[in-house]
């Protein structure tokens, strides 16, 4: 951990910029996995662009970071929607999230792992979702975040005598690109679900990236396999 060094992927805009900027505010230097460039400057010099879903291209990507730079931090942030009701769900689409979504997830830790053992330690955070828990026209996605949180507990077991904790951070409702882009603002959906969290407002994608910022903390060496839901309390009851 001292040596500050975080992957985060699809770190190029929304939630994954917010996570890979506040990283770099608590003095990571951050390199940001992306198929876009970041928006934001101060990730631009250390970025990669790569196709997550592309196994060799990750692989090959991961593969000069981690010869390079001394990674303690992994952020699994990447992640595709593809929002349906469940008679209209493309069995096509199944793989596109599951690759992306969990794939990229496993690759990027079987890839980083090693160093963060050579460094006595090291921190794996998932970006997972509170559709976990259940929700309606999700079908894949809440399938594939599923899947990232229960690898997650397993990778916690297996990874902790290492000093390597593992944890998720399930956001939910955040004003991202995606979420807008499924939720038109002018709808009465998006009014109603809106009004219905407790503490009346959207989330942020700096809202997650403060959680993140937790567990990546040195300090927080004593948690692992959790799940923090940032979901302006929509989770509760």
Not at 32 to 59: K, M
Not at 187 to 196: D, E, F, K, P, W
Not at 216 to 232: H, K, N, P, S
Request: proline residues 5%; charged residues 15%.
């Amino acid at each position: 951990m001292s040596q500050r060094c975080a992957v985060v992927t699809g770190g190029g805009r929304n939630i994954g910029q917010a996570i890979a900027l506040r990283l770099q505010a608590d003095g990571f230097r951050v390199v940001a996995l992306d198929i876009v460039a970041p928006e934001a400057e101060s990730l631009r010099a250390d970025a990669r662009l790569v196709d997550l879903s592309d196994v060799g291209a990750t692989e090959a990507a991961l593969g000069e970071i981690a010869a390079r730079l001394p990674v303690g931090v992994l952020v699994n942030n990447v992640g595709l929607v593809a929002p349906a009701p469940f008679d209209a769900v493309d069995i096509g689409d199944f793989d596109r999230l599951m690759h992306l979504n969990v794939r990229t997830a496993l690759v990027c830790a079987k890839a980083l792992v090693p160093g963060m053992r050579r460094l006595g330690g090291g921190r794996i955070i998932m970006n997972t979702s509170r559709v976990t828990l259940g929700k309606e026209a999700r079908t894949l996605y809440s399938a594939s975040k599923g899947a990232m949180q229960a690898m997650a507990r397993t990778w916690a077991l297996e990874l902790g005598g290492d000093g390597i904790t593992v944890n998720c951070v399930a956001p939910g409702p955040i004003g991202t690109t995606a979420f807008w882009q499924n939720n038109p603002p002018d709808s009465a959906y998006t009014r109603t679900l809106i009004a219905s969290i407790p503490v009346g407002r959207m989330g942020t994608p700096e809202d997650v990236a403060n959680a993140v910022s937790f567990f990546a903390d040195a300090r927080a060496g004593f948690i692992t396999g959790q799940t923090l839901f940032v979901c302006g309390g929509v989770t509760v009851g």
